[in-house]
């Protein structure tokens, strides 16, 4: 089992930042991915970013230029930079973790979600 920490939501203005961090802990043999996926009332879930185990990333449409996710692979921890918010960015966001654990099989992990909410 692998426990996902996320924290650094909140209320921000529009054009302002947060950050987001996410740190996963259990019996991990090896993260192959983590990522971000974010819910607004009444949406579907989205992918926001992701970023593999190589560094490979990618992002949706909508925040491209704006933020930007990078991990820190001795902490297992990814982080998500999220500049120039709007409006739209606000939602609940999923940390998610990819990891083969110490059986041998691949998992998909979930976090709890943090808020952001970006509102004058």
């Known amino acids: 089992q692998v426990e996902l920490v996320e924290s650094g939501g909140g209320l921000v203005q529009p054009g302002g930042s947060l950050r987001l961090s996410c740190s996963a802990s259990?019996?991990?043999?090896?993260?192959?991915?983590m990522g971000w996926y974010r819910q607004a009332p009444g949406k579907e879930r989205e992918l926001v970013a992701a970023?593999?185990?190589?560094?490979?990333?990618n992002y949706v449409d909508s925040v491209k230029g704006r933020f930007t996710i990078s991990r820190d692979s001795a902490k297992n921890t990814v982080y998500l930079q999220m500049n120039s918010l709007k409006p739209e960015d606000t939602a609940v966001y999923y940390c998610?973790?990819?990891?083969?654990?110490?059986?041998?099989?691949?998992?998909?992990?979930w976090g709890q979600g943090t808020q952001v909410t970006v509102s004058s």
């Open positions: 970023i593999t185990s190589g560094g490979s990333t």
């Open positions: 998610t973790c990819l990891a083969t654990m110490s059986d041998g099989y691949e998992y998909n992990y």
């Open positions: 259990g019996r991990i043999f090896s993260i192959n991915a």
